[in-house]
C-alpha cells in the first residue's frame, strides 16, 4: 500500500513537470534542423585538425576513447580495462599483468569518469585517469603515448563510481565506494547491512613526476551510497564532495526504500587535514589485498604487484574532517564551480537543483550549527548551508558543467535537456533538448578553475530515431552545442562508443605537440628484444621455445622456423624496427587462441602460440605496414612431439 | 683601401658557417609523407633533417635497390673539402689583411675569388657525379624496377639543384645557410675587389 501510494505520487510529480518544462521549452525553437552556419561551425576541412580533444569513457566496454571537437570524429580506442583484440592488449605476455586483480586476472570492465591532470587547478593535459566501476580500479592514461599505463585497485570498495576525480593539482586521484560492504569483507547476513556496511573513500596519492599512484589512505564512511564526487577548487581547495543515496541503509528494492528520506547528504571531506592526521601516524593500517599494475615505457613491459595492506581512518576520529551537507532527494551529480564557492547537489528526485555554499558551510561549521550526527559525523543545518536553488528547472537533474562565465548547466535525465542556469541569482536563462535522455555533459575544462566554454556536449543513454537504425542495440547518441553565445546552439549529433559516461575536453594546442611519435630503439630495454638481425634467435627452454624477432618493412627476420614440436609453447618475442611515424607492424599465428599484436615503432611484444598440430604454419603482418606487406610472412615447422629436428631458422636462404 | 680589406676578410670569414649550418638540402616529400623527409649536406658529412631521416630513406630506397647513404668516412670528400675551406678562409683573411695594410693589390682579392669559384664548380661537379652514382648505380635484384619508356632502367637522381618529381616523391634540392653564407661571403670579396680597384685608380689619377 504504502509503495503504490509512493508511485503514484511520482506519477503525479513528473505529470506537473512534465507540463511546466513543456511551456518553458517552448519559448524557444525546439526544431532539429541544422542551420547552415551550424554547419560550418562543425566543419573541419580535409586535413584540417580540430581545435579540442575528448575522452569519453566507453562505460561496459571498458575503455576510453579519443573524440575531435567540433567534428565529432572518433580517432582512436583506448584499451583500458578490456582485453583488445586490436591491438593484443590484454593478451601480449606484457600487457597481461595490467588486468590482474585480487579476483585474479579480469578482463573487462565499466569505465566512467575521465578527469585530466590539473596544475593550479587547470588542465595540464599530462594524464587522465578513469575509474573501473565493477572491479573498483583507477588507471592512469598517459597523454603523450595515449596508452594506460597504470591500474590499481581499490580494496574495501564495491561499484567505484564516485571515482575518479582529480585535486587541484593532482595531488589526489580520489574513488568513492557505490556500495557499501562489510570492511573487511566477511561472511555476514545481508540484513544486518544498516550500522555494520562502510563505504570507503579512497585518496590516492599521485607522483607529481611520473604520476605513479598509491593509496594514502581510505576514510571508512557510513554504510551510505556514494555517488559522485568533485573536488574543492581555489578557496575550497583542501575540501572533497561526494553525494550519497541510500542514507536509509536500506539493502533491498533500493528504488523504494532508498527514496524514503526527504534529504540524503553531500559529504564533506577535508583531505587536507585527513591527511595532516595520516602523516603523523592517524589512522590504522588493516590488512587488505589489492593489485598494483604499472606498464613501464623502456621495457615495454607491465608488472603486477599484490599490495598486502592500506591505511584507514575512522572519520569520527578526525575531529573537524568530516560534515554532512543535507542535500534533497538521493543527489547524483556533485559539482563545484570555477571560483569553488558553489557546491551543486543534483537531486535526482528533487524538481529544484539544490545549491550550497563553500562560504556558509566554514561559518556552519564554526558556529557549531549541527542538526544532530550520523555515526558521529556533524550533520549541517539544511537552511544554513543553502546558497539558494533553481526553482523546478527541468525533470531528474543529473549533472552540471560551468562555462567559467557565471553560468551553469545541467542535465535533465527524465525531461531530456540541458538547461543553462545563472550562479547567484539562480535564474533559468535556456534550455534546449537532447536526444535523448542525457546523462553527463562536459565542457572543456569544465571540471576546472578555468573551463574553456565555447562548447559543451551532452552523453545520451537512448538513440532511438537518431541514425540508421542497426537492429536493437545501437551506440549512444551525443549533441554538441555552441555556448558560446546567451543561447545555446545545437552544432552537433554524433555516436559515441561503447556507453560514455563522463568524459574531459582539452584545448589541442595543450597536448597535440606533445603526442609521441615512436618509441625509439635505442631507449628499449625489453630483455627479449632483437635490435638487429645479429640479435635474433630461438631457444629452447625444455618445452617453452622464445624466439626473437624482428621485423621491418617488409619481412620479418627469421621467417623460417624449425624444430617446434607439438606440446611446446611458443612465445614470439617481436621488435619493430622502424623509426617512423605511424608504421606498426602486425603479426599474426594461424590457429593463435589468443589475439594478434600490433607492435608500434621501436617497441617490443611478445605472443604465446601453443602449436597443436603437426604442419607447417604461416604467420604474416596483419597491418597493411607498404607495397610489399602482403609478402610480410612466414613459417613454422611443427613436428610431432617426439622428434629429434633441432631448432634452427633463417631469413632469405 | 682599408675597407676592402676589411670586407675581403668578412667575406672569407662568411665561409666558416659552412661548418655551423649545412651547405645544401635535399627534401623528400610524398603522399605519405606529409612531413618531408631531408638530409642537409654539410661539407663533412651528411645528416637527417629529423633524426630518423636517413634510416627511413635508407629503408625506402631499399625497395628500388639504391644504396645507402654514405657515412662520412666513406668519401673522401667530407675529409677534403673541410680543409679546402679552412685553406681558402686563411688564405682570404691574410690577402684581406695585406690588402689592408696596402701590401697587395686589389687583384689578389679577384685572383681569391676565381680560385674558389673554380674549387666550387669542381666541387659541384665531384657532388653531381655521386647523385648520378647514388640515383643510377643500383642493385639488380632491386624489389621495384621501373624503366624509363625505352626500357633503361630509370634513375633516381635527385636534381643537381631545383626540384623534381621521383615516382611518388617530389624532390627539392636547393642551397641551404652554409651555401648562402658561402654565396654572400665570394660576393662580398668581389665588391672588396671593386671597391679596392675603385680606390686604387682615384689614386693613380691624383
Known amino acids: 500500500m504504502m509503495k503504490n501510494k509512493f508511485k503514484l505520487s511520482i506519477g503525479l510529480m513528473v505529470a506537473a513537470l512534465a507540463f511546466t518544462g513543456c511551456n518553458n521549452s517552448s519559448q524557444t525553437s525546439n526544431k532539429g534542423a541544422l542551420g547552415s552556419s551550424a554547419a560550418e561551425k562543425v566543419f573541419v576541412a580535409p586535413g584540417e585538425h580540430d581545435s579540442h580533444y575528448a575522452f569519453l569513457s566507453g562505460g561496459y566496454s571498458g575503455n576510453l576513447t579519443v573524440y575531435g571537437l567540433p567534428s565529432g570524429r572518433m580517432f582512436k580506442e583506448i584499451p583500458v580495462f578490456s582485453q583488445f583484440p586490436t591491438n593484443g592488449y590484454g593478451y601480449s605476455e606484457e600487457t597481461k599483468p595490467m588486468l590482474e586483480t585480487s579476483f585474479g586476472f579480469v578482463p573487462w570492465d565499466d569505465s566512467h569518469h575521465p578527469d585530466i591532470s590539473q596544475t593550479n587547478g587547470e588542465l595540464d593535459g599530462r594524464w587522465v585517469f578513469i575509474n573501473g566501476n565493477n572491479t573498483p580500479r583507477i588507471a592512469r592514461i598517459s597523454l603523450t603515448s595515449f596508452e594506460t599505463e597504470e591500474i590499481i585497485e581499490v580494496p574495501n570498495s564495491a561499484g567505484n563510481h564516485s571515482s575518479s576525480f582529480i585535486t587541484e593539482n593532482t595531488e589526489y ?60 577548487r581555489g578557496k575550497s581547495h583542501g575540501w572533497f564532495f561526494f553525494t ?64 598486502k595492506e592500506v591505511r584507514v581512518v575512522n572519520p569520527s576520529e578526525v575531529p573537524g574532517a568530516v560534515y554532512l551537507l543535507p542535500t534533497p532527494k538521493s543527489p547524483h551529480g556533485c559539482d563545484v564551480d570555477p571560483s569553488g564557492e558553489y557546491i551543486v547537489g543534483n537531486g535526482k528526485l528533487s524538481a529544484n537543483l539544490t545549491v550550497h555554499s563553500f562560504t556558509k558551510m566554514l561559518d556552519a561549521i564554526e558556529n557549531k ?55 547567484g541569482t539562480w535564474e533559468v536563462l535556456d534550455r534546449k533538448p537532447t536526444y535523448y535522455s542525457v546523462g553527463h555533459l562536459t565542457i572543456p575544462g569544465g571540471n576546472s578553475r578555468k573551463p574553456f566554454g565555447k562548447y559543451m556536449f551532452a552523453m545520451n543513454k537512448i538513440t532511438k530515431d537518431r541514425y540508421l537504425p542497426t537492429g536493437p542495440e545501437m551506440e549512444h547518441s551525443a549533441q554538441l552545442y555552441d555556448i558560446s553565445g546567451d543561447k545555446m546552439e545545437i552544432l552537433l549529433d554524433f555516436p559515441t562508443h561503447g556507453e560514455p559516461h563522463y568524459a574531459a575536453a582539452i584545448p589541442a594546442e595543450i597536448i597535440k605537440s606533445k603526442s609521441k611519435k615512436i618509441y625509439r630503439l635505442d631507449e628499449n630495454e625489453h630483455p627479449r628484444k632483437a635490435i638487429s638481425e645479429a640479435d635474433t634467435k630461438v631457444v629452447r627452454d625444455g618445452k617453452n621455445v622464445h624466439i626473437y624477432m624482428n621485423m621491418i618493412r617488409s619481412h620479418f627476420t627469421p621467417d623460417n622456423i624449425e624444430g617446434v614440436k607439438v606440446g611446446d609453447k611458443v612465445f614470439f618475442h617481436i621488435t619493430n624496427l622502424e623509426q617512423d611515424f605511424d608504421v606498426p607492424h602486425g603479426f599474426a599465428m594461424i590457429g593463435a587462441r589468443n589475439a594478434e599484436l600490433l607492435v608500434s615503432p621501436g617497441q617490443t611484444r611478445t605472443l604465446t602460440w601453443e602449436p597443436q598440430q603437426v604442419g607447417v ?18 613459417y613454422v615447422r611443427v613436428s610431432p612431439a617426439d622428434s629429434d629436428i633441432e631448432l634452427s631458422w633463417s631469413l632469405g636462404e | 683601401m682599408k675597407k676592402a ?50 634510416q627511413n630513406i635508407d629503408g625506402l630506397n631499399h625497395y628500388i635497390g639504391m644504396k645507402t647513404i654514405p657515412k662520412p668516412e666513406e668519401m673522401w670528400e667530407f675529409s677534403v673539402f673541410p680543409k679546402v675551406i679552412i685553406g681558402m678562409v686563411i688564405l682570404g683573411v691574410v690577402i684581406g689583411f695585406l690588402g689592408f695594410l696596402e701590401k697587395v693589390s686589389y687583384k689578389f682579392f679577384l685572383g681569391w675569388f676565381l680560385l674558389m669559384s673554380i674549387l666550387g664548380v669542381l666541387g659541384m661537379y665531384d657532388f653531381n657525379n655521386w647523385l ?3 640515383g643510377s648505380n643500383l642493385d639488380p635484384n632491386a624489389i621495384i624496377k621501373v624503366t624509363n619508356p625505352d626500357g633503361t632502367p630509370m634513375s633516381y637522381k635527385p636534381p643537381l639543384i631545383g626540384y623534381q618529381k621521383l615516382l611518388n616523391f617530389d624532390v627539392d634540392s636547393w642551397p641551404h645557410i652554409g651555401g648562402y653564407l658561402m654565396f654572400v661571403g665570394m660576393a662580398l670579396t668581389l665588391v672588396a675587389f671593386w671597391l679596392g680597384r675603385k680606390i686604387t685608380l682615384k689614386q693613380t689619377t691624383q
Not at chain 1, 259 to 274: C, E, L, R
Not at chain 1, 280 to 290: F, I, L, Q
Not at chain 1, 385 to 411: K, R
Not at chain 2, 14 to 40: E, H, R, S, T
Open chain 2, 5 to 54: 680589406g676589411i670586407i675581403m676578410i668578412i667575406g672569407s670569414l662568411l665561409l666558416l658557417g659552412l661548418f655551423k649550418f649545412p651547405l645544401w638540402n635535399i627534401v623528400l616529400g610524398a603522399p605519405q609523407y606529409p612531413d618531408p623527409l631531408g638530409m642537409n649536406i654539410f661539407i663533412n658529412g651528411i645528416q637527417g633533417v629529423e633524426e630518423f631521416d636517413l
Open chain 1, 369 to 423: 550549527k549541527f542538526d544532530g550526527d550520523a555515526y558521529g559525523i556533524p550533520i549541517l543545518n539544511f537552511e544554513d548551508v543553502l546558497a539558494g536553488s533553481v526553482q523546478q528547472p527541468g525533470l531528474g537533474p543529473l549533472h552540471t558543467e560551468f562555462d567559467g562565465q557565471g553560468n551553469a548547466y545541467t542535465t535533465f535525465f527524465i525531461s531530456s535537456e540541458v538547461v543553462k542556469w545563472k550562479l
Open chain 1, 173 to 232: 586521484v580520489v574513488a568513492g565506494t557505490r556500495f557499501s560492504v562489510p570492511v573487511p569483507q566477511r561472511d555476514m547476513s545481508i540484513k544486518d547491512y544498516k550500522g555494520n556496511f562502510k563505504g570507503a573513500l579512497t585518496f590516492i596519492s599521485v607522483d607529481p613526476e611520473h604520476g605513479h599512484m598509491d593509496i594514502k589512505f581510505q576514510v571508512l564512511m557510513p554504510g551510505f551510497n556514494y555517488d559522485l564526487s568533485h573536488p574543492g
Open chain 1, 244 to 307: 550519497t543515496y541510500n542514507t536509509e541503509e536500506a539493502n533491498s528494492l533500493l528504488e523504494v526504500n532508498a527514496s524514503q528520506n526527504d534529504k540524503d547528504f553531500i559529504a564533506a571531506i577535508n583531505w587536507k587535514k585527513i591527511e595532516e592526521y595520516v602523516n603523523n601516524g592517524g589512522g590504522t593500517m588493516m590488512p587488505a589485498n589489492y593489485a598494483h599494475n604499472l606498464h613501464d615505457e623502456a621495457t615495454h613491459t607491465a608488472t603486477s604487484t599484490m599490495k
Open chain 2, 132 to 134: 648520378i652514382d647514388y
Open chain 1, 617 to 634: 604454419w604461416p604467420f604474416y603482418c596483419t597491418d597493411f605496414c607498404s607495397a610489399l606487406h602482403q609478402e610480410m610472412q612466414g
